[in-house]
């Protein structure tokens, strides 16, 4: 399989296919999910949570992204890679710069997603300036949980949904690759997707996406407490980590996952 691009995944939008991501935080899950044939993997700050045990993606570090990032990289085929920046790790321009560097160089992502809307897009320009492919991260942004007052779908009355809106294009304008859009109403994930011309990767934003990503352990139902409405336990049918997987993608790329029951309006 020749190596998924940047430009794979805007030649897939343009062509109406569904994009198929999932995070991963090591080698031998890389290999399972190369195997079916994913599109992109996410070395997600969601580590935090479903490998460290915190409560939140907070306390993540740069260094601990690195470690996993490069114990995916390992497992790596042909898939996109992209790594997380956690919280506070990219406050300036510079300071993101530094630590996108390392997570390419020391780490082997070939992108950085981060999070956040206006406040980013000197950033976004500076990394973009020096190379370093951005995905954007917009909606119910994790790392500012305490802000939002929970994890809450965002965007779901006129002002918000405009701001949301507003900082799409403007990140795209900036330089942004792809943009990922948690937890927002399908309609207004939808109207996003049609305006823009990068791929938008949707978790709890509906089919009408580009794409979907959801975090490996929540969709193969091992992740413990409170199940988001966006998550499906594909193990449950399929019996298999190996089927769980296969059965995502397929889902996915025929437009069946995520169904309303699985949205938001
Ligand atoms: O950290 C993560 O895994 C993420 C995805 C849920 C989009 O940001």
């Given at each position: ?136 991260h917009l909606g119910l942004t ?12 965002q965007g ?8 949301i ?16 859009l948690e937890c927002v ?19 709890g934003a ?60």
């Amino acid at each position: 399989m020749s190596q998924t691009t940047t430009t794979t995944l805007l030649q897939k939008k343009q062509q109406g296919e569904k994009i198929t991501m999932l995070t991963s935080y090591d080698a031998s899950m890389t290999k399972v999910l190369e195997r079916a044939g994913i599109d992109t993997i996410l070395v997600g700050d969601s580590l935090g949570m479903v490998i460290q045990g915190q409560r939140s993606t907070l306390p993540v570090e740069i260094d601990e992204m690195i470690y996993h990032t490069r114990c995916v990289a390992r497992g790596l085929g042909s898939a996109l890679l992209i790594a997380d920046m956690p919280f506070m790790s990219y406050n300036s321009p510079d300071q993101a710069l530094h630590n996108a560097a390392r997570l390419m160089k020391e780490g082997g992502a070939h992108m950085v997603k981060l999070e956040g809307g206006a406040m980013q897009l000197d950033t976004v320009h500076h990394l973009n300036d020096y190379s370093i492919p951005v995905c954007a991260h917009l909606g119910l942004t994790p790392q500012s949980v305490h802000k939002l007052g929970g994890y809450r779908v965002q965007g779901k009355d006129e002002e918000s949904a405009r701001v949301i809106k507003e900082d799409a294009m403007a990140l795209e304008s900036a330089g942004a690759q792809i943009l990922v859009l948690e937890c927002v109403p399908s309609a207004l994930a939808a109207e996003i997707s049609r305006v823009l011309r990068i791929p938008v990767i949707g978790i709890g934003a509906g089919v009408d996406c580009d794409g979907q990503v959801l975090v490996v352990y929540d969709m193969l139902g091992i992740t413990s407490g409170h199940k988001p409405r966006f998550v499906k336990d594909f193990m449950a049918q399929a019996g298999s980590v190996e089927g769980a997987v296969a059965a995502y993608i397929e889902e996915v790329r025929a437009g069946r996952f995520p169904t309303e029951e699985h949205s938001f309006k």
